[in-house]
């Protein structure tokens, strides 16, 4: 199967409208795999992918088809919107690298849990979770910013927040802690995009 390294999400209509896009259509590139073909032809965190040779990309599933259909070291030109601005860059597809086996004593190490924090009908808690049990660990100890609960008919819920959600930053600033969590949300005001490890959301007041 092709492959060229990219986490992707839909475009829904809160994103369409908060990224001033004048339609629902495209696919966001959440997150591009380090040495992967995505990175290697200059693609980003945060781009939208517009269409692959020309062919319209209208949601996530048509780009996995397109591309897993694709041929190995077949290039694909993909136009793409960055900062408002259309760019086209040449990607070469690879063949899908095996997963490594996740390490089965990571899985079951022990997270701590530290206080809550509410906003928005979230309430989040940092959890300290030891090196090698989380994709963001690094080092002897990480901390997630872990959604606990999200308040039915909140804000939060609207935006598609879901307990589990780990949140990455708000308003394109980092969370790591819950001061940091707290100094965030005690002045965002207005529409704010919060990132999860799932995808990106927009949370209204």
Do not use: H
Not at 63 to 78: A, D, F, P
Not at 106 to 121: D, E, F, V
């Amino acid at each position: 199967a092709g492959w060229i390294g990219v986490n992707i999400q839909d475009i829904n209509p809160r994103l369409a409208q908060y990224f001033g896009l004048s339609t629902n259509e495209g696919v966001r590139i959440l997150k591009v795999v380090e040495n992967a073909p995505a990175q290697k032809a200059g693609l980003k965190d945060g781009d939208i992918v517009l269409s692959i040779n020309n062919a319209k990309i209208r949601d996530s599933l048509s780009l996995i088809r397109y591309i897993t259909n694709s041929e190995i070291g077949r290039e694909l030109k993909i136009k793409i919107l960055r900062d408002d601005k259309e760019l086209e860059v040449a990607v070469t597809v690879e063949k899908r690298p095996l997963l490594e086996m996740p390490n089965k004593n990571a899985s079951s190490a022990k997270t701590t849990a530290l206080p809550t924090q509410n906003w928005r009908g979230l309430e989040v808690q940092a959890v300290a979770v030891p090196a090698g049990a989380s994709s963001k660990a690094g080092g002897d100890i990480s901390k997630n910013i872990v959604v606990k609960k999200v308040a039915p008919g909140s804000p939060g819920q609207a935006a598609g927040i879901q307990e589990g959600d780990i949140i990455l930053s708000i308003n394109k600033t980092a969370v790591n802690t819950l001061a940091d969590y707290q100094t965030v949300t005690g002045t965002a005001t207005g529409r704010c995009l919060v990132r999860t490890e799932r995808g990106y959301f927009v949370i209204e007041e």
